[in-house]
């Protein structure tokens, strides 16, 4: 995660989602639709859904 500071004094953090292994199961046809959830104090970001995988690979910044 990286921390800035903007022109307004507010300071955000970026996460990078890069990939996921061995999610479970959950759907009927033994694969899953995964995506990622990161939550900063009130914040809140969510990547893409990737579909019909047990392992997601996102590499995909997510700024709070």
């Known amino acids: 995660a990286y921390l800035m500071q ?8 970026t996460f990078l989602a890069h990939e996921a292994r061995g999610v479970a199961i959950a759907d009927a046809n033994g694969l899953s639709d ?8 009130t914040d ?7 579909y019909k995988t047990l392992n997601p690979v ?7």
């Open 44 to 50: 809140r970001a969510k990547t893409r859904t990737i």
């Open 58 to 64: 996102w590499k995909q910044s997510l700024r709070l």
């Open 34 to 41: 995964p995506y990622a959830v990161v939550f900063f104090d």
């Open 6 to 13: 903007s022109w307004s004094g507010a300071y955000t953090s």
